[in-house]
C-alpha cells in the first residue's frame, strides 16, 4: 500500500490551494488564445525544486514499489545511487511572460491530417535505429502496438497522444499548424511547461502536494500504455492543461548539448513512471532525435 506523506509549498500556502484554484481556473478562458488552447498569465511563480521535495519523490516512489520499512529503504537507496532528482534547478522565483498554451496533447487524429496533408513521414522507428538509442526499457515489440501502416494510426487510438515521434518531428508539426492557422506555434520551454503545471505557488504535482495513485497514468494506475488525453481530471493543472502529470513525457524547445549530442529537455511523466517523476519539477535530457513510445508533444503560441 502506497504510504502518501503531506507536505505544504515553500511559501505554506497549502491551505488556500482550494481558493487558488478557483482564481486561476477563472480567469484562464481568454479571447486572446485559440480555440483549444489556455492563456497562462504573466507573472512570478515557483519554479525547481528544493531537497525536501527531492528527498519526498525518492522515498514516494520507493513506497510505490516496496512494502515492509526494510524493502522500502533499500529501494530508495538504489534509486538514489541512480541519482534521477539530482539534477532539478535550484528552487526560485522566476518571472514568466504570458502565453498560451494547447489543453491537450497532440493526438494521432491530429498528427495524421499533417502526414496526410505534407506526406510527411508517419510516426514509427526501425528495429536498428531503436538498438542504437539504447533506451530499452520497453522491448522492440513493445512498440509494435503503436505503429502506423499506411497513413493510418492504431485502432482505438485517435484521441491517444501521439507517440514515436522525435522533436524534429514535433517541431515540423507546429510549422505546419502554424500556416494552417495563421498562429505561430512553437514547443513550449521547459519553463513555460513548468509554470503551466503547477501554477504559481509551488505545488508538487498539477493536483497539489500529495501523491494520489488514481490521479493519472502511471505504472500502477493505468492501461499499461498510452490513454486518451483528458481521461484523468485530476492531471489536469490550475489552468485546466490536461496530462501534466503521466500519460507521455513531453518535448520542450529547451536544448542543451551533452557529449556532443543535442538534448532536449522533457518534462511530465510517462504511463511506465513512479509517482516521484510525475512531479511539476522533474525533468530530464533526451537526445532530439529519439523516438519513443514514452514521448509526444503540446503546442503553445504568443497571445494576440
Request: charged share 25%; aromatic share 12%.
Amino acid at each position: 500500500m502506497l504510504l502518501v506523506v503531506s507536505l505544504v509549498t515553500a511559501c505554506g500556502q497549502a491551505n488556500s490551494q482550494v481558493d487558488l484554484d478557483d482564481e486561476i481556473n477563472e480567469n484562464s478562458q481568454d479571447s486572446r488564445c485559440a480555440d483549444g488552447s489556455v492563456y497562462i498569465e504573466r507573472g512570478r511563480y515557483i519554479a525547481g525544486s528544493n531537497k525536501e521535495e527531492r528527498d519526498y519523490a525518492y522515498r514516494l516512489s520507493a513506497e510505490s514499489l516496496a512494502n515492509t520499512p526494510e524493502e522500502i529503504a533499500d529501494v530508495e537507496t538504489r534509486l538514489r545511487q541512480q541519482r534521477w532528482f539530482d539534477f532539478e534547478p535550484d528552487q526560485k522565483t522566476r518571472r514568466m511572460g504570458a502565453f498560451c498554451i494547447n489543453r491537450d496533447l497532440v493526438t494521432n487524429e491530429e498528427y495524421q491530417e499533417f502526414v496526410l496533408a505534407t506526406g510527411y513521414h508517419e510516426p514509427g522507428i526501425t528495429a536498428e535505429n531503436y538498438q542504437e538509442q539504447n533506451m530499452l526499457v520497453h522491448s522492440y515489440q513493445e512498440l509494435r502496438p503503436y505503429f502506423w501502416r499506411s497513413y493510418q494510426f492504431p485502432a482505438g487510438k485517435a484521441n491517444h497522444p501521439v507517440v514515436l515521434v522525435s522533436q524534429k518531428d514535433a517541431l515540423a508539426y507546429a510549422a505546419w499548424k502554424s500556416q494552417e492557422d495563421g498562429i505561430a506555434y512553437r514547443l513550449p520551454t521547459a519553463d513555460e511547461w513548468e509554470k503551466a503545471a503547477r501554477g504559481n505557488d509551488g505545488r508538487y504535482f498539477a493536483w497539489g502536494n500529495d501523491w494520489q495513485d488514481k490521479a493519472t497514468n502511471w505504472q500502477k494506475n493505468g492501461p499499461e500504455g498510452t490513454s486518451r488525453t483528458g481521461a484523468y481530471p485530476l492531471s489536469k493543472s490550475v489552468y485546466g492543461v490536461e496530462d501534466m502529470a503521466g500519460n507521455v513525457f513531453e518535448f520542450t524547445s529547451t536544448v542543451y548539448t551533452q557529449d556532443s549530442q543535442e538534448r532536449a529537455i522533457m518534462k511530465g511523466c510517462a504511463w511506465d513512471d513512479l509517482p516521484g517523476f510525475c512531479r511539476t519539477a522533474y525533468r530530464h535530457g533526451r537526445p532530439t532525435t529519439y523516438r519513443h513510445i514514452l514521448f509526444g508533444f503540446r503546442l503553445v503560441s504568443d497571445p494576440r
